[in-house]
């Protein structure tokens, strides 16, 4: 780090607990509703969406503190910023060199766990000491039949459609139970909740979403009442939340992971369907995940993570989300595959996206290197990389992860 980092105090934030679905972590059987017990609900509510979202730790750190810690990074460090790379959740350590090396600002817990608490806890810490800035670490931890943690300490939670379908306390406390439990482990990144929509006339011929009951139903009004109880619930408990998959995959018949030619030929930029989204947005979630299928009436010459009319005119402009954009998996997804990774991390970060997520380790090297030199040889991009890395210090502080002097 460059000596100006002296002046940047960083807290990694592990209190205790016992208490996308990316391509890595394909869906598995839908299991039985959550038996973990309702916690308090005298939580704060969520911030307006005209402001950086504040949910989290409550000793927020000074409004300077994201320009002093980028201040400080040189570019391969800013670059660092823009990698979230997989690990297996079961053995995270093994990425320590490449924490070490390429400067990650994030790592994905890919993979299942029957764990308990206190060892993933004591994983989690040490994965982190091998960072110069905490890293945002997230799982997929939806429920229903995507649920990374599965041990003793981790009640099995009810899918989407099934919660959807229920009391907006049930879920209201669900979500605040299990956020808690993550938080108590070191995760401040949950990538969820789903926020497409999936029409009855597809239901669960819709392979990504609806064959596993990962949506909170067929009505995007209904699916936006769920994610607004959702991202307060998770995001005041600690853990900030990511609407996927953005501008939405319920109307698709292919599976971005497994397959190329997912295409909804119906969204356009007025699409009632991206109503979840900005009810999301409007509560205050911290982050919005970018699909890899194809939207021809918003872009017919890219996929949604390629987009700049998707993620930049869109989102950016047309909604106004000033928050972190993560990408689907750009590393093992058959969508994605027409380029090198080296190449998707660049597609991505020029089309307006932020953190570039590979469940593939050996994706850092080529990708980091691209980055760099794109931004060494072109100064819009490099403002492109700048204004990225802001954004995901801003989530690092928004979980309480920079603290400035």
């Not at 996206?353 to 090297?365: C, Y």
Request: proline share 8%; glycine share 8%.
């Amino acid at each position: 780090m460059k000596r100006s980092l002296a002046a940047v105090a960083v807290a990694i934030t592990l209190a205790g607990s016992v208490s996308s679905c990316t391509t890595d972590d394909a869906p598995e059987a839908a299991p039985a509703p959550s038996s973990g017990a309702p916690v308090p609900s005298d939580v704060p509510s969520a911030v307006p969406p005209s402001a950086v979202p504040s949910a989290g730790p409550s000793s927020a750190p000074p409004a300077d503190c994201v320009s002093t810690t980028l201040e400080g990074l040189d570019l391969p460090e800013r670059v660092g910023q823009l990698l979230m790379i997989g690990a297996a959740v079961n053995a995270p350590s093994g990425l320590g060199d490449t924490v070490r090396r390429y400067h990650l600002g994030g790592v994905f817990l890919r993979g299942r766990s029957t764990h308990r608490a206190a060892q993933l806890k004591s994983d989690v810490a040490a994965l982190q000491r091998n960072a110069a800035l905490p890293m945002l670490v997230a799982v997929d931890q939806e429920g229903g039949s995507v649920q990374t943690l599965k041990g003793p300490d981790f009640p099995r939670l009810a899918s989407a459609y099934r919660l959807g379908a229920g009391p907006a306390a049930t879920l209201r406390d669900t979500t605040r139970d299990s956020a808690r439990r993550l938080k108590g482990i070191g995760v401040n990144l949950n990538l969820a909740p789903v926020a497409d929509t999936v029409p009855t006339n597809i239901g669960t011929g819709n392979p990504p979403i609806g064959a596993f009951r990962r949506e909170f139903g067929s009505d995007p009004a209904r699916v936006a009442a769920a994610i607004r109880t959702v991202v307060p619930a998770s995001q005041d408990a600690g853990v900030l939340t990511t609407l996927k998959h953005f501008p939405g995959l319920g109307r698709v018949r292919v599976n971005t992971d497994v397959s190329t030619g997912a295409t909804d030929t119906v969204a356009t930029v007025d699409d009632p369907y991206l109503a979840p989204f900005k009810a999301g947005i409007t509560s205050g979630s911290a982050a919005v995940m970018i699909s890899s299928a194809r939207y021809p009436k918003i872009d017919p010459s890219a996929v949604a993570a390629f987009s700049k009319p998707v993620i930049t005119g869109l989102l950016r402009e047309r909604i106004g989300f000033r928050g972190l954009v993560v990408s689907d998996d750009l590393g093992a997804a058959r969508a994605v595959t027409a380029y090198p990774p080296a190449q998707r991390a660049v597609r991505f970060v020029a089309a307006g996206g932020d953190l570039v997520l590979t469940i593939v380790p050996s994706d850092a090297a080529p990708m980091a290197g691209a980055l760099i030199d794109k931004a060494e040889t072109d100064q819009s991009f490099r403002a492109r990389v700048d204004d990225a890395a802001r954004h995901v210090l801003q989530a690092k502080a928004q979980a309480g992860l920079l603290r400035c002097r």
